[in-house]
Antibody, heavy 117, light 107 residues
Framework: QVTLRESGPALMKPTQTLTLTCSFS??????????VTWVRQPPGKALEWLAL???????YYSSSLKTRLTISKDTSKNEVVLTMTNMDPVDTATYYC?????????WGQGTLVTVSS | SYVLTQPPSVSVAPGQTARITCGGN??????VNWYQQKPGQAPVLVVY???GRPSGIPDRFSGSNSGGTATLTISRVEAGDEADYYC??????????FGTGTQVTVL
């Protein structure tokens, strides 16, 4: 079955660079049509899309955050990595990765990242 | 950037029907997905491509997109349907966009 799991630091200081890893199983990012995406949710707020990478290594970023985001994949490890530079307290959120086949049909459980000095 | 607007809250009695709307400019030209999120949990896809239902989602959940509004309908509402619901589209200029979210309360 399809599973995804996010991993990364729980606490960060302002200006640091966040690196999150999405480890997945049950599908291959070498398969046409398959994508992995990242979404975040600040406490008590709505979902916000961040980035997506597809089977052909095409990358798409949120217009408002694209200067800070980098997404990459390692198909041999079944992993997708998201980096976000210059973290700020407003970036405190639960970060989710999900499989995307158009819609986001399977999600990880999310990882809470807190940015505080 | 493209904006999707949802009512902040909807209240419904058990056994009744809940309708959650999602408004956006010319939304009928987009395909809309809907997600359910219970407290402390990850979102779950409940409707895709306006009206498709993923495997395992009860047929009490249905979607439509016409007349300038996308709607998620939950029939025969149960206590377990209490959650936040988000609509979503893909926009060529704004990429993936989520709605503002609707909290469904079962009375």
């Amino acid at each position: 079955q399809v599973t995804l799991r996010e991993s990364g630091p729980a606490l960060m200081k302002p200006t640091q660079t966040l690196t999150l890893t999405c480890s997945f199983s049950g599908f291959s990012l070498n398969t046409s049509g398959m994508c992995v995406t990242w979404v975040r949710q600040p406490p008590g707020k709505a979902l916000e899309w961040l980035a997506l990478i597809d089977w052909a290594d095409e990358k798409y970023y949120s217009s408002s955050l694209k200067t800070r985001l980098t997404i990459s994949k390692d198909t041999s490890k079944n992993e997708v990595v998201l980096t976000m530079t210059n973290m700020d307290p407003v970036d405190t959120a639960t970060y989710y990765c999900a499989r995307a086949i158009g819609e986001f049909d399977f999600w990880g459980q999310g990882t809470l990242v807190t940015v505080s000095s | 950037s493209y904006v999707l607007t949802q009512p902040p809250s909807v209240s419904v009695a058990p056994g009744q029907t809940a309708r959650i709307t999602c408004g956006g400019n010319n939304i009928g030209s987009y395909t809309v997905n809907w997600y359910q999120q219970k407290p402390g949990q990850a979102p779950v896809l409940v409707v895709y491509d306006d009206s498709g239902r993923p495997s395992g989602i009860p047929d009490r959940f249905s979607g439509s997109n016409s007349g300038g509004t996308a709607t998620l309908t939950i029939s025969r509402v149960e206590a377990g349907d209490e959650a936040d619901y988000y609509c979503q589209v893909w926009d060529t200029t704004s990429d993936y966009v989520f709605g503002t979210g609707t909290q469904v309360t079962v009375l």
